[in-house]
Nanobody
Framework: QLRLVESGGGLVQPGGSLRLSCTASEFTLQYYAIGWFRQAPGKEREGVLCISSSGDSRNYLDSVKGRFTVSRDNAKNTVYLQMNSLKAEDTAIYYC??????????????WGNGTLVTVSS
């Protein structure tokens, strides 16, 4: 299947910020919904945020509301996840995924391999 590539993960102290990027070379991201998901150690994968092709965002996770923001730069064929005020419980592998359609309500079809975010002092 087609793959997306995440980047920008790393080690950050609590209260710090990171910006993750999601890119693809095989298709144009602006025509599809793009979702961000994460999987913490020992836990199941959960949805974080999604952005539709029209730029509308959908929040899947109450714990990141007001701290995380998803955005698009269509000229760079890139979707970003800006993460502020990071907490230890945000530690996870973060994945981006391309939806079946333009809206976030239709599920995800293609996935990247993830980038690790570690929040620790």
């Amino acid at each position: 299947q087609l793959r997306l590539v995440e980047s920008g993960g790393g080690l950050v102290q609590p209260g710090g910020s990171l910006r993750l990027s999601c890119t693809a070379s095989e298709f144009t991201l602006q025509y599809y919904a793009i979702g961000w998901f994460r999987q913490a150690p020992g836990k199941e994968r959960e949805g974080v945020l999604c952005i539709s092709s029209s730029g509308d965002s959908r929040n899947y996770l109450d714990s990141v509301k007001g701290r995380f923001t998803v955005s698009r730069d269509n000229a760079k064929n890139t979707v970003y996840l800006q993460m502020n005020s990071l907490k230890a419980e945000d530690t996870a592998i973060y994945y981006c995924a391309r939806g079946y359609r333009r809206g976030c309500e239709y599920g995800m079809m293609y996935w990247g391999n993830g980038t690790l975010v570690t929040v620790s002092s």
